[in-house]
């Protein structure tokens, strides 16, 4: 498996379309929530509609990450999925019921990188070396969209990667 076909299929998908969904696994944690605002703050930068929106609410410290406070906390699809979606981005979740919703059939893009990943997308970015799904939004974005990376976009992926790696330890 080449991780970087797969980064690179997300990316087409993302300049192809015009307005996304993402969504995480139940209880999100830093991880999870972190690889959605940044996927979300990239998408929006390139001037396209994204959304984060989870099943569950999200401890007060990850309150604190730019873009926590407009995530949507729903037990819900939005009335217009999937037809008004160009792409729904499930993040960190190797088997799609860990999202909490039925996302499927749908246009799922699976970026994760537990390596029990049940490749369930139309396109799935799966890299089991990869730290945290943070930063394979960072090598989407360095590899293949190229975008100027602000300050709150690192810090999402920051807590990320901070998070997953438990700290760096």
Known sequence: MNPDLGAEQVAERIRAGRNFLITSHRNPDGDALGSGLAL?????QMGK???VQVRDGFGAPLRNIPGAE??????NLPPDYPNGFD???TMECPEVERTGYKVLPGPVV???HHLGNQMYGEINYLDPDAPSV???VLQINRNHLKLPLDGETAIAM???LATDTGFFR
Do not use: H, K, P, W
Not at 40 to 44: K, N, P, V, Y
Not at 70 to 75: A, C, K, N, S, Y
């Open 49 to 51: 509609e994204a959304r």
């Open 70 to 75: 407009e995530v949507l906390i729903t037990d």
């Open 40 to 44: 979300q703050r990239l998408i929006r």
């Open 134 to 136: 943070g930063e394979m």
């Open 87 to 89: 792409g729904v981005f």
């Open 110 to 112: 699976n970026i994760d």
């Open 158 to 160: 920051y807590v990320s």
